[in-house]
């Protein structure tokens, strides 16, 4: 019998909820909330990263996070919603008060609570759920993709900028399809056939020596890992492109990775069996991830606006 449960809802200690903290199991929405029944939630993924020679774990990015949430809650129409200060009070509380030594994980939510009818636009409230989460093998030893027969969702539709939970039914759709082909994800292309992204992060290749990712109007999620690995590109001086790309560029790429907060940068050995390059990590891929571990973890002074710390020293 195993002793330990690897079930990540067993590490979650406090919670919080309009601010307040809480233990998980006191953390509770109506089965009326319009979140819930109409889906009316926006959310964020965040990673916070422990340097232990630092004693300091630094948030990656909060500052971008926030702001894309907002913009989620706006573009849905919500009102009434917290500032980003209090939510970044309330996000330092959660970590302060769960007094993590370790690389984590905070999942923030925004989502019209109570009562009403598919267009209520309030009340809303916010929640945060924080817990340890370390780096994924997969960012090593790389993943097998597909592409999906899924069409990734389009701005006319469900607009893919908008982190809301019901756009991850289209997601759901292309994850669940491409595990249960044998994959270990799909990449979904646009109504206009060309690559997308990922169910739950952006794509990049690697042709010849140039990183090439969709442009931000090729039904995506504005990435914040998308973004820094652009920045990152250019301090590097690697050539980079954003663009529309085609299928079968996937299948003749060198390299190829996945990225996103959960995944960081994460390897794609192959596209419907086709190897990208030897059908292992790339050089650049490496490259890029060895750059991003020392920002991340605050080892980068060029980089220390993209870092907030949690504990006062
Ligand atoms: N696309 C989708 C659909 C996602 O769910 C995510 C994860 N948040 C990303 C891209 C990557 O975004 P980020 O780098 O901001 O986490």
């Known amino acids: 019998m195993k002793s330990m449960s690897s079930n990540p809802k067993d590490k979650i200690k406090l919670v919080t909820i309009n601010g307040n903290l809480m233990p998980l199991k006191d953390a509770k929405v109506s089965i009326t909330a319009p979140g819930l029944s109409y889906a009316a939630l926006v959310f964020e993924g965040i990673r916070a990263y422990w340097n232990e020679e630092h004693k300091q774990l630094y948030i990656f990015r909060l500052e971008e996070h926030l702001y894309r949430f907002i913009n989620s809650m706006k573009l849905l129409k919500f009102i009434d919603y917290p500032n980003i200060s209090s939510i970044k009070a309330d996000i330092l509380q959660n970590i302060q008060a769960n007094n993590y030594k370790e690389d984590i994980y905070i999942r923030l939510q925004g989502y019209i609570d109570e009562w009403g009818e598919m267009a209520v636009r309030t009340p809303v409230s916010t929640s945060i759920v924080s817990y340890p989460r370390p780096r994924a093998i997969a960012f090593t030893e790389g993943k097998k993709f597909t592409v999906s027969s899924w069409q990734r969702l389009d701005d006319n539709a469900s607009p893919p900028r908008i982190k809301a939970s019901a756009n991850y039914l289209n997601s759901r759709l292309a994850s669940i399809q491409a595990k249960e082909s044998g994959y270990d994800g799909g990449i979904m292309l646009g109504a206009n056939g060309k690559v997308s992204e990922g169910p739950g992060g952006c794509i990049f290749l690697i042709r010849n020596g140039n990183l090439i990712t969709p442009s931000i109007t090729s039904g995506i999620l504005e990435s914040i890992t998308r973004d820094s690995i652009l920045e990152i590109a250019e301090t590097l001086k690697l050539n980079f492109e954003t663009r529309d790309v085609d299928r079968t560029e996937l299948y003749i790429a060198d390299e190829i990775f996945y990225c996103?907060?959960?995944?960081?940068?994460?390897?794609?050995?192959?596209?419907?069996?086709?190897?990208?390059?030897?059908?292992?990590?790339?050089?650049?891929?490496?490259?890029?991830?060895?750059?991003?571990?020392?920002?991340?973890?605050?080892?980068?002074?060029?980089?220390?606006?993209?870092?907030?710390?949690?504990?006062n020293k």
């Open 260 to 311: 996103g907060t959960g995944q960081e940068i994460m390897p794609i050995l192959s596209v419907d069996k086709m190897l990208a390059g030897d059908g292992m990590r790339g050089k650049i891929t490496k490259m890029l991830q060895n750059e991003f571990t020392e920002i991340v973890r605050g080892n980068n002074p060029n980089f220390k606006n993209w870092i907030s710390s949690t504990y």
